[in-house]
């Protein structure tokens, strides 16, 4: 999430009313999770394990809950609670703003266009020419979709990430400020789910095929080409890169990669990132061919029992 102008370092702590460390003039420019950050952003971490990899980051201004020595041509905002801290400039840059119409008057919708009743569209989307949105599909502020895309009955883009902290008493909620991109020739079946970034983009990009009743997590990019097929549960964080095909209730687990032109063949779990030019299949998932003889193996378990009983 870039800001709408450049900030100082001395700005942001005290909006946050936390200490610093650094020029107090040190240019801040946004905010984003670590995977994204770019050079003015800032990054939160809040456990020893990940100091380093937050520090050593492209990201330019680390919130962090301990003194530590700061790296060279970088700030530090020292809080006792980053999450909190995070949540607080998400507030800030990226208030919810109630709707002001079942289509809001700052959404911009391109020429040939059409919207089905009952849709909902929020503030600051925007939708390109020639695209279908049917009945009952909401899309929340500053979702972006392309041209000649075809949105069906119940889908829903944009809704808050899963992503929560726990406490000792409840769970406490990162804000998403990010969005829903959805680019040029992409279709999306009926009741589908694409949640929106936390401080960057959700993107289904061109010429992707979606399936009914498909969830997609926070974060995630879905390359293009791809063939999702229905019931499949994509965690967040996740790349899947172009002319991935995914059949029918497939699992993936948050932040691994899926390699280009991969097949994942229908109930299959994926717990780590997979190559690309590959069919698989299992869980966890493992190339199809190998999966296949396994189990092929695992069916004459009960006749080398009984051949073996009879010594």
């Known amino acids: 999430m870039k ?34 950050v770019e050079k003015g952003d800032i990054v939160f971490v809040d456990h020893p394990k990940y100091y380093n990899k937050a520090l050593e980051s492209a990201a330019t201004t680390v919130l962090i809950n301990k003194k530590v020595d700061c790296p060279e041509g970088k700030s530090l905002l020292i809080s006792d609670d980053p999450f909190t801290h995070f949540n607080s400039l998400t507030k800030f840059f990226k208030p919810f703003v109630a709707a002001d119409a079942v289509i809001a008057t700052s959404a911009k919708i391109g020429e040939g266009t059409v919207i089905q009743p009952n849709a909902f569209i929020g503030n600051n989307v925007v939708i390109g020419s020639n695209t279908v949105i049917h009945p009952n599909v909401t899309i929340y502020d500053d979702c972006v979709i392309g041209d000649n895309v075809t949105i069906h009955a119940g889908t829903i883009l944009g809704a808050d990430a899963f992503y929560y902290k726990k406490r000792t008493t409840h769970f406490d909620k990162l804000l998403s400020g990010g969005r829903v991109v959805i680019e040029d020739g992409v279709d999306i079946g009926a009741g589908c789910t694409i949640d929106r970034g936390v401080t960057g983009d959700t993107t289904i990009k061109k010429g992707s095929k979606l399936d009914n009743q498909i969830q997609v997590g926070h974060d995630t990019v879905i390359g293009e080409r791809c063939l999702i097929a229905s019931q499949c549960g994509i965690a967040g964080c996740v790349v899947i890169e172009d002319e991935v095909t995914l059949w029918g209730q497939v699992g993936i687990i948050s932040g691994i990669t899926i390699g280009k032109k991969a097949v994942i063949l229908a109930q299959s779990g994926i717990s780590k990132s997979l190559e690309g030019e590959t069919t698989y299949f299992g869980s966890p998932a493992e190339e199809a061919k190998s999966k296949l003889k396994q189990l092929a193996q695992v069916r004459q378990i009960p006749k080398i029992i009984e051949k073996l009983n009879k010594f």
Do not use: C, K, Q, W
């Open 3 to 36: 800001f709408p102008r450049e900030y100082t370092l001395e700005e942001i702590a005290s909006l946050l009313n936390v200490e610093f460390v650094g020029d107090p003039n040190f240019p801040v420019l946004g905010m984003n999770e670590i995977h994204v």
